[in-house]
């Protein structure tokens, strides 16, 4: 939330926030927050550069946030050089599309619904009337996708 005001108040019109340039910030920060071990996780980041109102950006922003912890929290028993989460954010079609990709140990089964952070990204996800699906195999890691079809691209 913090990166979002002051992206709009440094600029001189107060008009919209560049996904590729709040996602750099937003993923760096995270990842430099939530990383005590000697081998931290690699993340690759490919986002299209596109222009959203506060009222898209701010969700879509947390919803990332809570994405990126859980993989972190849960994705690696162990980390090593090789553990590594790939997000990925673009347009497609009349749709925008946020994955966030690791190699960790994956899980069967559904994502258990009853904490903080997934009722968080439930509501979040209505309020863009999105989707959040997971693909999941055991040792072959995890897929979160966000599939958002309610946006205001500027």
């Known amino acids: 939330m913090v990166l979002i005001h002051q992206r709009l108040y440094n600029k001189d019109e107060l008009i919209g926030i560049n996904t590729k340039d ?20 690699s993340f690759q980041l490919e986002v299209e550069p596109l222009v959203l109102d506060i009222e898209t950006i ?18 690696f028993d162990e980390l090593t050089t090789k553990s590594k989460i790939h997000i990925s954010f673009n347009k497609q079609q ?3 599309v946020l994955k966030v990709i690791d190699n960790g140990k994956g899980f069967e089964g559904e994502v258990k619904s009853s904490s903080f952070g997934i009722t968080l990204m439930k509501a979040l996800s209505k309020k863009l009337n999105a989707t959040l699906n997971y693909k999941s195999k055991i040792n072959h890691g995890t897929e979160a996708i966000l ?4 946006y205001n691209l500027l």
């Open 147 to 150: 599939i958002i079809k309610k």
């Open 94 to 96: 009349d749709h925008l």
């Open 22 to 41: 709040y996602f750099n910030d937003l993923v760096g920060d995270i990842f430099e927050s939530h990383q005590f071990k000697s081998d931290p996780v």
């Open 58 to 75: 701010t969700p879509v922003g947390l919803i990332l946030n809570e994405l990126i912890i859980n993989t972190l929290k849960h994705a």
